[in-house]
């Protein structure tokens, strides 16, 4: 049974960071891609960054590039998102997401989020003065 379990949200100052972790299990971690999406009150859900399955290659949207950055450690099953720099814009629920494929390390699958099957629980993220 998969079980995507995130954490690590909060709340921060502008400019300040967190840490987001997803810890998995249930499946064979290192044979997939994984990602963070996030949704703001109010809005759709928005891809954030994603991963190959053994890390190496990571893409990012337009609107974190720079400030985030995307990890994760195969042996210990675990995905990471570092937020830097952080922007009131950035508050959101942030969830953590397995790709559906097997094996599989493109560009399409990793940004495109009906290409996920499992999704965590998600943390919050508030950033606010």
């Known amino acids: 049974q998969v079980h995507l379990v995130e954490s690590g949200g909060g709340l921060a100052q502008p400019g300040g960071s967190l840490r987001l972790s997803c810890a998995a299990s249930?499946?064979?971690?290192?044979?997939?891609?994984m990602s963070w999406a996030r949704q703001a009150p109010g809005k759709g859900l928005e891809w954030v960054s994603g991963i190959y399955s053994d890390g190496s290659a990571t893409y990012y949207a337009d609107s974190v590039k720079g400030r985030f950055t995307i990890s994760r450690d195969n042996a210990k099953n675990t995905l990471y998102l570092q937020m830097n720099s952080l922007k009131p814009e950035d508050t959101a629920l942030y969830y953590c997401?397995?790709?559906?494929?097997?094996?599989?390390?493109?560009?399409?699958?990793?940004?495109?989020?009906?290409?996920?099957?499992?999704w965590g629980q998600g943390t919050q993220v508030t950033v606010s003065s």
């Open positions: 249930g499946f064979t971690f290192s044979s997939y891609a």
């Open positions: 997401a397995k790709s559906g494929h097997l094996n599989v390390d493109t560009i399409m699958v990793l940004t495109t989020l009906s290409e996920y099957d499992f």
